[in-house]
């Protein structure tokens, strides 16, 4: 009995000539949601660069008929916002320093040091992160008044940065425990420290992850109206989002400045999520992993 070794010819399969439903209709609710997620945006800027008569016209124009800056003139010279939005830069870029220069070393030391009552640390900054901060407003508020820090930049920055500790902590966390432990031992016999590797050694490595603690902690920061409403009470200390409250007034709301500092108010946060965009998706999906 011989065996047919004939080789068979293998089946061509048809080429698809166009795409499936299925496809287009991913596409079509991909872009529908798009559109309805920058609808908001889109149409806060075609406000703030409307004149007064037009933003209550009928029927209501999509595009301005005349494009004007006056309403963001209106916003610093009538409303002053200047010094809302450098408090907000100092308070948010001081804040997300702090956050990482102590969220570090703490997350280094929990991750890779078997201390007495680790564990226990771990779950309290588990149950800090569940802590709403508006909670703790009030005994802020009674804390700061006693020791001078009431009405001030510094209590802003020491407040975010202690509410905003924990998060980092258990992200970066994440990120030192998928490191192997022989990168640091390399560098240990090299010479090199406990300072040394985590500066030169760990930091470089868990670039993404910081950059995903810098990123949320400037957005939860620079967003923040409760805390700083409750511990500030005048303009050398109050932030942009407590400065967009003074166009609600007894007599209506002035819609037009108002939007020149919304947009003021967004700007900052998309340039900050445009430049660390790649890290922050990297960032949040290995802590999601870990975490």
């Known amino acids: 009995m011989t065996l047919d070794r004939t080789p068979r010819p293998t089946p061509v399969r048809p080429r698809r000539t166009g795409a499936s439903a299925g496809l287009v209709a991913r596409y079509v609710v991909l872009v529908l949601v798009v559109l309805l997620s920058i609808f908001p945006l889109v149409w806060l800027l075609l406000t703030s ?26 916003v610093f010279t009538e409303y002053e916002m ?12 001081a804040t997300v320093a702090l ?21 226990v640390l771990i779950t309290v900054l588990l149950i800090m992160r569940m802590i709403p901060v508006i909670a703790l407003a009030i005994p802020l508020f009674a ?4 020791i001078g820090l009431l009405d001030s930049v510094l209590g802003l920055v020491l407040t975010h940065a202690a509410s905003k500790l924990p998060v980092a902590i258990w992200l970066l966390m994440a990120f030192i425990q998928d490191l192997p432990k022989e990168i640091e031992e ?10 040394r590797k985590l500066v030169f050694v760990v930091a470089p490595l868990i670039g993404p992850g910081l950059a995903a603690s810098a990123v949320l902690t400037f957005l939860f920061t620079w967003n923040d109206l409760l805390i700083a409403l409750t511990l500030t009470s005048s303009e050398a200390a109050q932030t942009l989002p407590v400065g967009l409250t003074n166009f609600v007034t007894q007599f209506g709301i002035d819609w037009g400045p108002m939007s020149a500092a919304g947009v003021l108010m967004v700007v900052p946060t ?18 999601a992993v870990r975490g």
């Open 49 to 74: 660069l409307r004149t007064s008569d037009e933003l209550f016209a009928v029927p209501v124009q999509l595009l301005p008929s005349t494009v004007t800056l006056d309403q963001y003139v209106t």
């Open 82 to 93: 200047a010094d809302y939005v450098w408090n907000s830069i100092v308070v948010s870029l």
């Open 99 to 119: 956050v990482m220069v102590l969220a570090l070393p703490c997350a280094y030391v929990l991750a890779r040091f078997r201390l007495p009552g680790v564990k």
């Open 143 to 146: 804390v700061f008044s006693q």
């Open 186 to 195: 390399s560098a240990e016999i090299d010479g090199a420290g406990v300072v």
């Open 270 to 287: 998309l340039l900050f999520v445009w430049f660390a965009q790649g890290y922050l998706v990297k960032g949040l999906v290995a802590g």
